[in-house]
T-cell receptor
C-alpha cells in the first residue's frame, strides 16, 4: 500500500460536462500513471508523469488531459465527457523499481 | 498498438485444484509482471520476471518468463477461495525508465469451495 487515494470514488455525469479526477499519494514517488479498465481490455494507459510538470501520453490519451503541479497530486481531466469514457479509472505510482502501486479506483458513468 | 493475449479469459474451478494461465505477445518484453485484482480494488503485484527462462515462486504461485521473451505463464497450486479475482499479465518494453506497461485482458478466476 503506497498511500494512494483517489477522489471521487464514484461519479455520474452527463455527456458534454467537464470532469476532473484526482490522485493523491503520500509516498513521494516520482512516477504516476492514469489507466482505464474496461471489460475485455484489461488496463490501458491514458497518461503518465515522470515528475512535476512532466507528463506524456499513453495509448488511449484522446479526450483526456493531465496536470501535475506537485509531487503528490496527479489530476486527470475529461474536458467534455462522452459515453465512451464510462469506465473505471485507476491511478498508480512508482518509485525507481518496477512495482506500480495502484489506487482503489474511480467508477465514472457518463450518461 | 501492442497487445498481450491472455488466456483463458475465465476459469471456474474446485478448491484444491491447480490453475494455469498464460500470456503471449508478438513483441519481445524485457520484464514480465503478474498482478492480481480483488473485487472492488486496484491490482497488486504478485511476481516480477526479468530474464528469459526465469522461474519464480511466491508461495503457491509460480511464474515463468518464456524463452522467446514473447510469453509468460502463471500457475497456482492447490487453489483456495481467496484466490478469487482477476489475474493480469503485463509486459514492460525495453529498459524504459518510464515504466510503461502493456496489460493483458485478464483471467477471471472463481473457486468453488
Amino acid at each position: 500500500d503506497a498511500g494512494i487515494t483517489q477522489s471521487p470514488r464514484h461519479k455520474v455525469t452527463e455527456t458534454g460536462t467537464p470532469v476532473t479526477l484526482r490522485c493523491h499519494q503520500t509516498e513521494n514517488h516520482r512516477y504516476m500513471y492514469w489507466y482505464r479498465q474496461d471489460p475485455g481490455h484489461g488496463l490501458r494507459l491514458i497518461h503518465y508523469s515522470y515528475g512535476v510538470k512532466d507528463t506524456d501520453k499513453g495509448e488511449v490519451s484522446d479526450g483526456y488531459s493531465v496536470s501535475r503541479s506537485k509531487t503528490e497530486d496527479f489530476l486527470l481531466t475529461l474536458e467534455s465527457a462522452t459515453s465512451s469514457q464510462t469506465s473505471v479509472y485507476f491511478c498508480a505510482t512508482r518509485d525507481y523499481g518496477d512495482t506500480q502501486y495502484f489506487g482503489p479506483g474511480t467508477r465514472l458513468t457518463v450518461l | 498498438g501492442q497487445q498481450l493475449n491472455q488466456s483463458p479469459q475465465s476459469m471456474f474451478i474446485q478448491e484444491g485444484e491447480d490453475v494455469s494461465m498464460n500470456c503471449t505477445s508478438s513483441s519481445i518484453f524485457n520484464t514480465w509482471l503478474w498482478y492480481k485484482q480483488d473485487p472492488g480494488e486496484g491490482p497488486v503485484l504478485l511476481i516480477a520476471l526479468y530474464k528469459a527462462g526465469e522461474l519464480t515462486s511466491n508461495g503457491r504461485l509460480t511464474a515463468q518468463f518464456g524463452i522467446t521473451r514473447k510469453d509468460s505463464f502463471l500457475n497456482i497450486s492447490a487453489s483456495i477461495p481467496s484466490d478469487v479475482g482477476i489475474y493480469f499479465c503485463a509486459g514492460q518494453l525495453g529498459s524504459s525508465n518510464t515504466g510503461k506497461l502493456i496489460f493483458g485482458q485478464g483471467t477471471t478466476l472463481q473457486v468453488k469451495p
